[in-house]
């Protein structure tokens, strides 16, 4: 008996479960190379839902793009002025932001995802910002996350461009991520959502390789790997230059 009624819940719960649209993904490029004239990127996302069944009745079918760069944890203080000095006081450690973080939708988001949805998905910014909290004795811990939207949106990193995918006969959508120049070097994480009503009914991931190539990498590599001589080659590096600056003009004087 017990074993007929766990078959009857698996089989009233498999339709929940079951996945009616699917995500079919494009990418204008999934390698983005970092050279020395690199002034940004802007990756073209485009897709389709792929269906089992006609489009269902209710309401519609909206999309949503959101691209994270890696995660670090950030170290926020604030600066309170004091005897006229301006000076650092409190500190909080973000536990985990992104490097960068762009979100595309098709409709407003607070429209297309419920908070509920936003929680167990981390879709917006706020969500992706992970901070356990601060000590007992720092006054208006959440604004120190704040803080981190407030400073990397100002830069560019962060965005949330609503209204900005297009979506055809709640088939195809296309929409483009706009990367800027300081990118830092990782693996960019796309994840895509299909909502309706608020709820997510389908989800779909890939990854973009962003890295730095050719004499970008080699420095790079080489500052890591071999810091004294790195150091070195800098030192006689500045030294040229200054020598080599010097003597040009001392010949122009003459």
Same mark, same amino acid.
């Given at each position: 008996?017990?074993?007929?009624?766990?078959?009857?819940?698996?089989?009233? %719960?498999?339709?929940?479960?079951?996945?009616?649209?699917?995500?079919?993904?494009?990418?204008?490029?999934?390698?983005?190379?970092?050279?020395?004239?690199?002034?940004?990127?802007?990756?073209?996302?485009?897709?389709?839902?792929?269906?089992? %069944?006609?489009?269902?009745?209710?309401?519609?079918?909206?999309?949503?793009?959101?691209?994270?760069?890696?995660?670090?944890?950030?170290?926020?203080?604030?600066?309170?002025?004091?005897?006229?000095?301006?000076?650092?006081?409190?500190?909080?450690?973000?536990?985990?932001?992104?490097?960068?973080?762009?979100?595309?939708?098709?409709?407003?988001?607070?429209?297309?995802?419920?908070?509920?949805?936003?929680?167990?998905?981390?879709?917006?910014?706020?969500?992706?910002?992970?901070?356990?909290?601060?000590?007992?004795?720092?006054?208006?811990?959440?604004?120190? %996350?704040?803080?981190?939207?407030?400073?990397?949106?100002?830069?560019?990193?962060?965005?949330?461009?609503?209204?900005?995918?297009?979506?055809?006969?709640?088939?195809?959508?296309?929409?483009?991520?706009?990367?800027?120049?300081?990118?830092?070097?990782?693996?960019?994480?796309?994840?895509?959502?299909?909502?309706?009503?608020?709820?997510?009914?389908?989800?779909?991931?890939?990854?973009?390789?962003?890295?730095?190539?050719?004499?970008?990498?080699?420095?790079?590599?080489?500052?890591?790997?071999?810091?004294?001589?790195?150091?070195?080659?800098?030192?006689?590096?500045?030294?040229? %230059?200054?020598?080599?600056?010097?003597?040009?003009?001392?010949?122009?004087?003459?």
């Amino acid at each position: 008996m017990l074993k007929r009624l766990l078959v009857a819940l698996a089989l009233c %719960a498999s339709p929940a479960l079951a996945v009616d649209e699917e995500v079919v993904l494009g990418l204008s490029q999934d390698r983005v190379a970092i050279t020395a004239n690199f002034d940004g990127s802007e990756i073209l996302v485009f897709g389709a839902v792929k269906r089992e %069944a006609p489009i269902p009745s209710g309401p519609p079918l909206e999309v949503i793009v959101a691209v994270s760069g890696p995660s670090s944890p950030v170290t926020v203080r604030r600066k309170e002025r004091k005897l006229g000095i301006w000076v650092n006081t409190d500190s909080v450690l973000v536990d985990e932001a992104p490097s960068f973080y762009a979100v595309a939708t098709s409709a407003p988001l607070n429209e297309i995802l419920s908070d509920t949805e936003d929680l167990r998905y981390s879709v917006s910014i706020e969500r992706a910002i992970r901070s356990v909290g601060a000590a007992m004795n720092i006054r208006g811990a959440q604004e120190f %996350a704040d803080a981190v939207i407030r400073i990397r949106e100002h830069e560019s990193l962060y965005s949330i461009r609503e209204d900005t995918v297009a979506v055809d006969e709640q088939t195809l959508f296309r929409t483009s991520i706009e990367m800027p120049a300081d990118l830092t070097e990782g693996d960019y994480v796309a994840r895509i959502f299909l909502t309706r009503g608020g709820s997510v009914v389908s989800q779909f991931e890939t990854t973009i390789d962003v890295r730095k190539v050719g004499l970008e990498r080699f420095l790079y590599n080489m500052s890591r790997q071999q810091p004294v001589w790195y150091g070195l080659m800098s030192l006689v590096i500045a030294i040229a %230059a200054g020598w080599g600056a010097s003597t040009a003009f001392r010949l122009l004087r003459e």
